[in-house]
């Protein structure tokens, strides 16, 4: 049921995305993030789309996968665009029946806020698509590595992530196991009347933070049993690497800003 | 109630980089009131399977039916609780399941879902407790007050309150000591015994298969590898044992001695008092 949920989950694919270097990739999304509100206009949105779709086809994730593990954030984005073509009122009346008007303000405004969030959503998913939890907290211990000056507890912090998204997997598991019990048992999550299943969720949700606290506190100890006592001092096994690729994708963001900014309206 | 697999194939996570085979080709008939233990090592599929039995999982190919109802692969089913109160399953570890306030609301709990009066689900809760040994004065204590050992059993009772006509036990001894995993083998094979419960068994344990099975069906590689009775099963302990499963304590003696003493064995035996006799006359051949 939950299998077909795609985030925060790492796909192995050998591909050139998968190779960058997690600090580039994170800095990647980052800058994304800002710099994609710079578009505003048909060419600049084309460019920053062009841009996405370069890197999903770099990072050979299967497009049918995407979708497929997309469709539940699909109903998000189809109901801003919805909520823009009829509240926003700017522009030329484009069309009219009774009370629906439609202006060419809130056609453009829904298509490229959609579009938008939907950039967004793919660039990020790929950096945990690509990049495996363990590699994405190496890198943003490192990148977050100068704020410890001003007294960021940036080792705890990466741990924290670490931690979550390596629990995410076995949460769903979890979850999924314990539903199927109270199937068993006769509840049913996904028909009937919206107020049964509500009430279906305290079987499911009161188990699943049982076993979470149970496996935090087991955690701890074996943590603690291993002699863990903080970042102090600690070295990595791992050592990142960056490399030409690297340079060149940021080099490639660089290029991607100075046209959107040229190129926006 | 009879559960009948037909070609029965279930792919994980179909369509995805993470597809993968779990169950191809398996078919299974369960007659009404039978005793099936299912053997196999870890990854055999065996817990797929056992989710096949009341519609928790459909087939990816082929089709399972249940007492009347069938499911085929790629149709959309609606309404299984009819099913689902037919067939019980008691899960791995099955306390992770507790959830409510009281021992009495969470053994009601399944009884209510499929349509039992609160009056009727008490009597049954009360019932189903003491069937798996545990005394009434807990039913207003919350379940999370238990020992490990005493949620087992509430849950389980949670499972008997049902009254299903199928009993489905995955593992469920798993991590009790030796005398709870008696009592509790022995409770539900009094069930059977008594209700003509068609149980289903997935176990590790040779023994459990050995002692209380009619059948035995064993899992290799997501499908039938063989069925039969426990005799015929246990008679090629080499075949097990290339399968890297074992063979009852009893067969494995037998086998020690035959090796050890060069003497010959005509018959596998299951049971301890079965293995004496047997070795009382092979030696006392031997000593004439």
């Not at chain 1, 509100?37 to 920053?48: C, P």
């Not at chain 1, 291993?226 to 970042?231: D, K, L, M, V």
């Not at chain 2, 005799?231 to 304590?249: A, T």
Request: proline share 4%.
């Amino acid at each position: 049921m939950l299998d077909k949920m795609i985030l925060g989950r790492y796909v192995p694919v050998d591909s050139t995305v998968h190779k960058l270097d997690p600090r580039s990739k994170l800095l990647l999304v980052f800058l994304f993030v800002c710099i994609i509100f710079l578009a505003n206009n048909l060419v600049t949105y084309g460019l920053v789309g062009l841009f996405t779709l370069l890197l999903l086809m770099l990072s050979k994730i299967p497009i049918r996968f995407l979708y497929n593990g997309l469709k539940p954030i699909l109903f998000l984005i189809v109901f801003t665009f919805i909520l823009h073509i009829l509240f926003t009122k700017e522009g030329e009346l484009l069309y009219k029946l009774g009370w629906l008007e439609i202006y060419d303000g809130g056609l453009r405004q829904g298509l490229f806020i959609s579009l938008r969030f939907t950039f967004l959503i793919l660039v990020t998913s790929l950096l945990t698509l690509t990049t495996n939890p363990i590699s994405i907290t190496d890198g943003m211990e490192t990148l977050l590595h100068p704020f410890k000056k001003w007294k960021l507890p940036v080792h705890e912090l990466s741990l924290m992530m670490s931690i979550a998204l390596r629990f995410i997997p076995t949460l769903m598991e979890e979850t999924d196991k314990i539903m199927k019990a109270q199937m068993a048992r006769g509840v049913d999550f996904t028909s009937g009347p919206l107020k049964e299943r509500i009430k279906a969720i305290i079987p499911l949700l009161v188990p699943l933070f049982v076993s979470a606290f149970k496996r935090a506190e087991e955690l701890a100890i074996a943590m603690e049993a291993r002699g863990y006592r903080g970042g102090e001092g600690r070295t990595k096994y791992r050592q990142l690497k960056w490399q030409t690729a690297d340079t060149l994708l940021m080099l490639s963001l660089v290029v991607l800003t100075i046209f959107l900014v040229l190129l926006r309206s | 109630m009879r559960i009948t697999l037909q070609d029965v194939e279930y792919r994980y996570q179909i369509n995805t980089p993470f597809e993968h085979l779990a169950l191809h080709d398996v078919n299974i008939d369960i007659e009404p009131g039978s005793y099936t233990a299912i053997i196999g090592h870890t990854g055999s599929g065996k817990s797929t399977l056992l989710q096949h039995f009341n519609a928790l999982l459909k087939p990816t190919k082929g089709s399972v039916t249940i007492g009347d109802r069938r499911i085929e692969s790629g149709r959309k089913e609606k309404e299984l609780r009819g099913i689902r109160s037919n067939v019980g399953i008691v899960f791995q570890f099955p306390e992770h399941q507790l959830f409510e306030e009281t021992v009495e609301k969470d053994i009601c709990f399944g009884p209510m879902n499929f349509g039992a009066s609160e009056k009727d689900a008490k009597d049954r809760a009360r019932k189903a407790l003491k069937q798996v040994g545990m005394a009434e004065e807990i039913l207003e204590k919350s379940p999370f007050d238990l020992s490990g050992g005493q949620m087992r059993r509430v849950a389980i009772a949670g499972v008997l309150a049902m009254e299903p006509d199928v009993l489905v036990l995955d593992e469920p001894t798993a991590g009790l000591d030796p005398r709870g995993r008696m009592e509790i083998m022995d409770m539900f094979y009094q069930l059977h015994k008594e209700r003509g419960i068609s149980t289903i068994l997935v176990t590790h344990s040779m023994e459990d298969a050995a002692r209380y099975a009619d059948e035995i069906i064993i899992m290799h590689r997501g499908t039938v590898f063989k069925k039969g009775t426990p005799l015929d099963i246990f008679s090629q302990p080499e075949q097990l044992l290339e399968l890297g499963l074992d063979v009852p304590d009893t067969v494995r003696f037998q086998l020690k001695l035959q090796k050890e003493l060069g003497i010959r064995f005509e018959r596998i035996c299951l049971s301890v008092d079965d293995l004496v006799s047997e070795v009382k006359t092979v030696m006392g051949r031997g000593n004439q």
